[in-house]
Each structure stands twice: as C-alpha cells, then as structure tokens.
C-alpha cells in the first residue's frame, strides 16, 4: 500500500488548505479500515488530528476540533483533510495513514500512531 499526500504550502493565519492522500494498492471500501491525519512540527512528537473507518465514525483532537473535517472519496481513492482558521501552532509536517481490516476502535485508538501501518511521506503546511 503506498499513500501519497498533497496540498501543503505556505498560508497566512486565517487561512483554508485541503489535504488530499491518494492511495494506491487498496481499494477504499472493499474491506473495513481505518484512515487518520497526523501532524508533526518540530522538536514535539507526531500527533492525531483525526480518523475516518469505514462505517463513517470521525474522531477529531481537540486542538482542531470545529476547524477541521475529514472525508474521503472512493471513487478516487482520495482521503482528504479540510482545516480552516488556521493558525501558526497548525505548522506542521502531515501525514496520513491507514490501517485496513480493522476500525478505527476508540477515540484515544483513533488518534495513536502506534494504530497505523501504512504512512505516507508527509506534507509540509506552513502557518503565519
């Protein structure tokens, strides 16, 4: 499985960016999953910032909570991360990841790395 996530730049405070992580080597929706956003900034350690499985359930934290949506479209194999207001505490590396065959269980499951298998590289937002 290889993940692949776009649509990190540079924005001011205040601003939107979506964050799509194509997949590849799985079919979103042909087996139970769970697929999570994770951010990492400098020096501090890589943390949720929320969950889709496959029957719907989102979890975000709460540092993004009512700024941010995730969803996915299958028929592009595509998850996406919406996060709006940002501010400059949201500079960080994204990642996506996914771990298939299984949901994504409880909130606290849903935002621990230590749940993904599958991760892509990263990209990279940049707040100021």
């Known amino acids: 499985v290889q993940m692949v996530e776009s649509g990190g730049g540079s924005v001011q405070a205040g601003e939107s960016l979506r964050l799509s992580c194509v997949v590849s080597?799985?079919?979103?929706?042909?087996?139970?999953?769970?697929m999570g956003w994770f951010r990492q900034a400098p020096g501090k350690e890589r943390e949720g910032v929320g969950s889709?499985?496959?029957?719907?359930?989102?979890v975000r934290a709460d540092s993004v909570m009512g700024r941010a949506t995730i969803s996915q479209d299958s028929a592009k194999n595509t998850l996406y991360l919406q996060l709006n207001s940002l501010k400059p505490e949201d500079t960080a590396v994204y990642y996506c990841?996914?771990?298939?065959?299984?949901?994504?269980?409880?909130?606290?499951?849903?935002?621990?790395?230590?749940?993904?298998?599958?991760w892509g590289r990263g990209t990279q937002v940049t707040v100021s």
């Open positions: 080597g799985y079919t979103i929706n042909s087996d139970i999953y769970c």
């Open positions: 889709l499985d496959s029957d719907g359930g989102t």
């Open positions: 990841a996914a771990t298939f065959g299984n949901r994504c269980g409880s909130r606290s499951s849903a935002l621990d790395y230590n749940e993904y298998l599958s």
